[in-house]
């Protein structure tokens, strides 16, 4: 079901050019040197060909909950989905929108310097100056509080937020936000996913922070349930 993105109203940057990118459920907010649209949707359309395509073909891999192996024939944004969602035991529909924002994101990126896609709430980012990502964590009084500062030098990577009381995403949780850190958006996304489904109340945030010790590849992690925070890894936060 598509839901407006009104908390986009509220992202700023006034040296970047920003547009939005929709091919039927894909939304993507792109922010980058020039107004690239038609590259944009052309690098969409190519993802979303290969994943219809894949799905006709492996109906399973769309509805499993489940690591799920595919072909070597498959293309390669059909391994990197299941690769990340492997490595944090989840579906490989739970990299979906991170994997979209980040092939996008590449393929801009041999257009211009700086690139920002963001695909409902998981951000691919290539920058070239300190940014500031909100955190919007329902009804936590963290909620549009607090922002993760991103610095260039960890750039290309992804942000990836889940939430398992705020929008239409899957998650066996009820965290208000885990936000993950790293260089690949498909993993941050099925990562996000993965640490969201053990956190249940305040006292399972530890274990949120645990199983995110035990994936690799993670830069940081920021979990938010109702007045408590979990920090692990390379996380700055600022005020709003």
């Known amino acids: 079901m598509y839901e407006p993105r009104t908390y986009r109203e509220y992202v700023k940057a006034d040296d970047l050019i920003k547009f939005e990118v929709i091919e039927k459920e894909s939304d993507l907010l792109i922010l980058a040197d020039t107004n690239l649209y038609d590259k944009a949707m052309l690098a969409l359309l190519r993802c979303r060909a290969d994943l219809e395509k894949y799905i006709i073909e492996q109906h399973e891999f769309a ?33 979906v929108a991170g994997v979209i924002a980040e092939y996008v ?4 990126l041999k257009y211009g310097k700086e690139v920002i896609v963001e695909n409902g709430g998981d951000i691919f ?15 936590s009084p ?11 030098k960890d750039t290309p990577c992804g942000v990836c937020t889940s939430s398992g009381t705020v929008g239409h995403s899957l998650s066996f949780g009820k965290a208000d936000a885990v936000c993950v850190i790293t260089k690949s958006t498909a993993l941050a ?22 199983l995110s010790k035990k994936i690799r590849g993670l830069l940081g992690v920021l979990i938010i349930k109702d007045d408590q925070m979990g920090i692990l890894g390379k996380i700055k936060i600022s005020p709003i």
Not at 65 to 94: E, F, H, N, T
Not at 105 to 108: D, Q, R, T
Not at 126 to 131: E, L, V
Request: glycine residues 10%; aromatic residues 4%; positive net charge.
């Open 189 to 210: 996304d099925a990562a996000a996913t993965a640490i969201g489904n053990v956190v249940q109340d305040v006292k399972t945030v530890q274990d949120g922070l645990n």
């Open 105 to 108: 994101g590449h393929e801009l």
């Open 142 to 152: 963290f909620s549009e509080k607090i922002a993760l500062e991103i610095d260039p």
């Open 63 to 95: 509805t499993t909950l489940k690591p799920y192996r595919v072909s070597l024939a498959a293309s390669q944004i059909i391994k990197d989905m299941a690769g990340a969602a492997k490595k944090v035991g989840v579906g490989p529909m739970a990299a």
């Open 125 to 139: 980012l290539k920058i070239n100056k300190t940014r500031r990502i909100g955190v919007y964590a329902g009804n």
